[in-house]
């Protein structure tokens, strides 16, 4: 059984950092893109940052550069997403989905939620101001 599982959300102020983690079981991962996803209330799911299977490539949403971070750990099969100064907006559940197609490229665009064929439960991000 395929299962991701997403873990380290929380309560932040404004200016603080929090780290995520997925794990990934159920197959081998090693091979697909990895992305974080994140929806607020009574918003639509939109894409946060992605990775390449290799970790070579990552690809941000403009309102995150700088601030957040994506990496993975392949022997773990474990993807991260490093947060900094958060900001309330970035207040929204958070989710991790695997691109099991097998792109082995960059990325030219955003990716997309249906391109992403797994989803973890998602853990809850709230900034205070």
């Known amino acids: 059984q395929v299962q991701l599982v997403e873990s380290g959300g929380g309560s932040v102020q404004t200016g603080g950092s929090l780290r995520l983690s997925c794990v990934a079981s159920?197959?081998?991962?090693?091979?697909?893109?990895m992305g974080w996803f994140r929806q607020a209330p009574g918003k639509e799911r939109e894409f946060v940052a992605a990775?390449?299977?290799?970790?070579?490539?990552?690809y941000y949403v403009d309102s995150v550069k700088g601030r957040f971070t994506i990496s993975r750990d392949n022997a773990k099969n474990t993807v991260y997403l490093q947060m900094s100064s958060l900001k309330p907006e970035d207040t929204a559940v958070y989710y991790c989905?695997?691109?099991?197609?097998?792109?082995?490229?960059?990325?030219?665009?955003?990716?997309?939620?249906?391109?992403?064929?797994?989803w973890g439960q998602g853990t809850q991000v709230t900034v205070s101001s």
């Open positions: 989905a695997a691109d099991s197609r097998g792109n082995i490229g960059g990325f030219t665009r955003a990716p997309r939620p249906y391109e992403y064929d797994f």
């Open positions: 159920g197959r081998t991962f090693n091979r697909d893109r």
């Open positions: 990775i390449t299977g290799s970790g070579l490539s990552q």
